[in-house]
């Protein structure tokens, strides 16, 4: 078996969004599990649905007005076409989800499959899934198209360089370094560092990025073999529809090649759960993270425990805390200043600091609007208990790391 | 009496927002009127209730997290005080709107009246309309500060620059051309355009922004004699709190100084309901407008209708079509090049034409997210009806305008 996601039960009962024992708690995993599953199948209903209520709309507009724009009809059609290819992509995204967590009770097929046959458990799906079905598409681009290298460039490539500077080859074994990337979404940032030899896990929360970078690591075995339409929901501020109905073809390259002896694996769940082990990754590279957090606080506390004496954390990112103004959510919104305090009194101490980093997120090259993040890209080191004094060097931590015994569940065709 | 807002039930019964009549229409209205004064009056109250509960979230967590937020909570009292000031304004913002239309029965008053006791029709305010009611303190920066004047250089000045350029005071008489401005916010281009003695209405359709604009219009008659905390409201991508809890003065200049001559007004409804008296109109300008159509086909033939044969209309804006995925609306999002397409269909030539001019609205200067629009600017001509050939030279348009009469309303002291 080639699959490089597992759930993170692996690490810790608690942290599983799929189970495999008949708990209540598996009970609410399996059904938020085939909730999204449901949110994927009504994608194309959903999508054509929007694309009816206009077409209705067009249709009941005074008729000069009807003949003035004579291309509209024609538009939509090839909108709908767009729409189709993209539920071929997500057709072979949920076909073999029952089955991508190494560690997970495989009867949850049956439920998937009944669904599949218009059985059981059609709930109607949320506007507010729907967003993140379209999201989910729109990532190809950011981490796995020729079209996102510029987004990556500036996203990822500040992160890699930083490991790379931290730990070279020539004092240190790459695969003898551990580095976790929490929220790795589809997984480009966590492949590209295996890439370089080091040991790289992803983790990540949300089954709709999970489907997908399962979708594209483990299913996916040539360049540019699929073709998404990722801004063909965008309706507003397109200058052409050729903007709105553009193809971006995936991957950009076959993430099935890693060097013969590469660590890489995915892990599902909620990083505060998965990981309690503490002193154990020589880096954890957050991009884009940190804002995930009610109370970013708890991510900064078990950042700084996971990590060796000595340990790395380099981030990149906004702080557009996901869960302000979310109806019924709990959040906290410290500024970055205050951020910075905490970081501080962790006991990390910034070895780097960069503000007003421009970085994009999925942002459509030829839409009429741009939005563009001044990031904040950072470096800091867990101070070595023992000394608490200043931070071990490149050279020592590189080589406290040799000889450390590697915990991760390997695949075995890595 | 000095004011510049009235309704647009002088030009049309059905047009008026605010009706003194006693049909069930005007209830309708009324309840509209109410509910916008209401969604004001419980900023306020809805605005802290949020920094309870954040309250309450933090002071759920564990001690060692509070201990490292040491600044939180003084920053949530900063924040509080920010959000009093603020409604001070409010409080100023609907303290006579029931008198702010000329031509409206001022028995509305005993209703809006009855409420600020805490009397009848206490209505829950949405979400949508406490986000329109942070909009509106927002636009006060776009419209009426120093911080504003980068934003006003980039959307109205190339505006100003065309109707200079193609109305010139030694071609023509500017007091006999008249210019009507659409989606006119907060009236400042409107304003601008009157301030170079050119005859200028704004019109607008939202009471939210009706009411503010009453307020600056009519109740400010200093340079910042107010302060707003436009960003107090956005609780992410903030560096420091400063850049939260900034605050803004207005007015940059008195909104009361205009020539001596100058015709200004504004009034309240529904463009498509308010014009239909048609070759009217010298210029229609609009800015960040169209897009505010469910069908833009109409708001275009409308502008060519009211528009004098070799009359302009100046547009600047994206295609941010406002109805696209609202609940329970209709909208069609045609591209711009199907826009171009209607333009050209009706009968008017583009004369000018820009894509890509870059534009903010309402940017939070010091937010790690920045939005910026490529927007759309051209100038296009009705042709004259007789030639239906290349469009009347500046000087021709400029005189045959000469000796129009002014069916303005006129405001007293102006």
């Known amino acids: 078996m080639d699959d490089v996601?597992?759930?993170?039960s692996a690490n810790n009962d608690d942290a599983n969004i799929i189970s495999s024992s008949n708990t209540p708690y598996d009970e609410k995993e399996r059904a938020h599990f085939n909730r999204i599953v449901s949110a994927f199948r009504a994608y194309r209903a959903f999508s054509l649905l929007r694309i009816v209520n206009t077409e209705k709309y067009f249709l009941s507009?005074?008729?000069?007005?009807?003949?003035?724009?004579?291309?509209?009809?024609?538009?939509?059609?090839?909108?709908?076409?767009?729409?189709?290819?993209?539920?071929?992509?997500?057709?072979?995204?949920?076909?073999?989800?029952?089955?991508?967590?190494?560690?997970?009770?495989?009867?949850?097929?049956?439920?998937?499959?009944?669904?599949?046959?218009g059985g059981v458990h059609q709930s109607v799906p949320?506007?507010?899934?729907?967003?993140?079905?379209?999201?989910?598409?729109?990532?190809?681009?950011?981490d796995w198209s020729e079209e996102g290298a510029g987004e990556r460039r500036t996203c990822y490539q500040p992160i890699i360089d930083?490991?790379?500077?931290?730990?070279?080859?020539?004092?240190c074994a790459p695969?003898?370094?551990?580095?976790?990337?929490?929220?790795?979404?589809?997984?480009?940032?966590?492949?590209?560092?295996?890439?370089?030899?080091?040991?790289?896990?992803?983790?990540?929360?949300?089954?709709?990025?999970?489907?997908?970078?399962?979708?594209?690591?483990?299913?996916?075995?040539?360049?540019n073999m699929y073709t998404v339409y990722p801004w063909v929901h965008q309706y507003v501020n397109n200058m052409r529809l050729g903007d709105q109905t553009k193809p971006?073809?995936?991957?950009?390259?076959?993430p099935s090649v890693l060097p013969p002896n590469a660590q890489f694996s995915m892990t599902a769940g909620d990083f505060l759960e998965v990981y309690v082990v503490e002193n154990e990754w020589d880096c954890v590279?957050?991009?884009?993270?940190?804002?995930?957090?009610?109370?970013?606080?708890?991510?900064?506390?078990?950042?700084?425990?996971i990590l060796k004496p000595g340990g790395l954390w380099i981030n990149l990112g906004p702080l557009l805390y996901h869960f302000s103004d979310a109806p019924n959510e709990k959040s906290i919104e410290p500024t970055y200043e205050e951020v910075r305090?905490?970081?501080?009194?962790?006991?990390?101490?910034?070895?780097?600091?960069?503000?007003?980093?421009?970085?994009?997120?999925?942002?459509?090259?030829?839409?009429?609007?741009?939005?563009?993040?001044?990031?904040?890209?950072f470096v800091c080191r867990k101070l070595s208990e023992e000394s608490n004094g200043p931070a071990a060097s490149t050279g020592d931590t590189a080589s406290a790391l040799q000889g450390e015994d590697d915990v991760l569940m390997q695949n075995g065709s890595r």
């Open 5 to 8: 996601c597992r759930n993170g």
């Open 61 to 117: 507009l005074p008729v000069n007005h009807r003949a003035l724009l004579k291309s509209f009809r024609d538009n939509l059609d090839v909108i709908r076409t767009c729409i189709e290819k993209n539920n071929n992509i997500i057709k072979l995204i949920v076909k073999d989800v029952a089955y991508m967590f190494e560690n997970v009770n495989h009867t949850l097929t049956c439920s998937t499959n009944q669904e599949e046959k």
């Open 126 to 142: 949320s506007m507010n899934d729907q967003d993140k079905v379209q999201v989910t598409l729109k990532q190809f681009v950011r």
């Open 162 to 171: 930083e490991i790379l500077a931290h730990f070279p080859a020539h004092t």
């Open 175 to 223: 695969h003898d370094v551990k580095v976790l990337v929490p929220g790795a979404g589809l997984g480009r940032l966590a492949f590209e560092i295996a890439r370089r030899g080091y040991t790289c896990q992803g983790n990540e929360f949300s089954l709709f990025m999970l489907f997908a970078s399962n979708f594209v690591l483990n299913k996916c075995r040539d360049i």
């Open 248 to 254: 971006v073809k995936f991957p950009d390259i076959n």
């Open 285 to 305: 590279s957050t991009c884009f993270f940190i804002d995930c957090a009610s109370n970013v606080v708890a991510f900064i506390e078990a950042i700084y425990k």
């Open 341 to 377: 305090e905490v970081i501080n009194g962790f006991g990390f101490k910034m070895e780097k600091e960069e503000t007003h980093v421009k970085t994009t997120y999925a942002q459509n090259p030829n839409s009429m609007l741009k939005c563009e993040y001044e990031s904040i890209f």
